[in-house]
């Protein structure tokens, strides 16, 4: 029988140390915010780890450490696509990396997407005691016993660390005293510093850099214990800038309004992805959360929203809420329940149906991939609006050139939540779809 619950009745150390301890065999599921990680284990040894945290896909990965650009990862997709390889496989063959800096990329990808667990103060977990024959792609050999001692001690840094960055809209400004060459270890560490202009959030620079929270918070801490930056103030989450440096090359008053028969499928990010998945069929032939682990966990509080039915009747309006077509308003009081029932198996899959039926729905009508977004109005003009951190992402990559496909690729969230992010900017003026040039 499989042992299920959540951290808040089994912490992750204590899990970990019944694995080693007992020298089990199987695959251990996390799962938090809609995203689920996978860590496999042999005879107590970890030998390989996936991930559908959109953060840790292989090409978020490469561009959080700089070792792609965007554009060349959008270069790979499309080539990947078109040729029915593997992302990995292609940047080689591109000349983006050679094929022992991909193998090094591939261990630190497995790695950290391990270590980033102890990064978790909540979660729902499983463990299925199954042995899997088939090989993960990049294969690990970690002892759980160094998996604690370097856990933990990552544990402690994000304990102090949250001490001092305890929120996503802090602002961070340059001192009068420069940080030294030392500081700038890589080319992220120097994304990371430039990133910083007195205005963007954490929250902003986090997804401007396709980094981690650890990643950037534990730079960020450090530079602010070298004096090298300070708090410069404090934002309210949606009350956020606009970015700068989005050029407005083409003339909103050029498109036209695309019809809905320009209807393109989005292509799948092609991933080296550690773990084989397994989907949940979506409508339309679509899969839902394409590249997640499932993780059937059981149980349900009857209290789910204030005022609202029990977790049974809530599920039934949703339900009744997607055959009339009203698929947003679905998922609204799916998310909402999510957020009280993450272990709930209904839940999960009516949520996944949900969303797969939006994105096929939002590609259709709303927005084809291959329609190029632009600002109806100079960026600078939008400095009064308040923006979450995702529409800031979005802005920042609308440029007249890049199409729906390209930002919706390039994104460090998941794809249903860009493309509600850029039909609600379309639906309130702040964006227009024009042809491809």
Known sequence: MPLAGTFSTMTLPDLLQWIGGARKTGTLLVERNRATKAIRVR??????????????????????????????????????????????????????????????????????????????DEGVFRFEETVDDQDDVFPVDLRIDDILLRGVKRYDDMTMIRGLLHSPGIVLRYTSKPPGPDIFSDDSSRAMYAAIDGERTLAEI??????????VKKFFYDLHEGGFVEIAKSKEREAVGVPCHSPRTRSAASCEEPGLELSLEPVPDLDLELQPVRATPGPAGRTAAAGAPTLPLPGAPTSILAGADELGDALTRANRMMTAGEIEGALDILNALYRESPADDALRRLTAEAEAAFVEKAYRHYLPANQVPILTRPADSLSSERLTPEEFFLL????????????????PFREVDALRTLKRMREIGMIELCDPP
């Not at 022992?100 to 978790?120: M, N, Q, T, V």
């Not at 920042?396 to 994104?411: F, H, L, N, Y």
Request: charged share 25%; proline share 1%.
């Open 206 to 215: 986090l997804l401007h850099v396709h980094g981690s929270e650890y990643q």
């Open 43 to 120: 005879d107590g040894r970890v030998i390989g780890s996936s991930s559908d945290d959109p953060q840790q896909r292989l090409g978020q990965f490469l561009l959080s450490r700089k070792r792609i650009t965007e554009e060349q990862l959008l270069q790979a997709l499309t080539i990947g696509t078109q040729a029915g390889e593997l992302l990995g496989q292609v940047l080689v063959e591109m000349g983006a990396l050679d094929s022992e800096e991909l193998r090094g990329e591939l261990r630190a990808k497995a790695e950290e997407i391990i270590y980033s667990l102890f990064d978790w």
């Open 396 to 411: 920042s990559r609308i440029d007249g050139t890049w199409d729906v496909r390209s930002i919706i690729q390039v994104a």
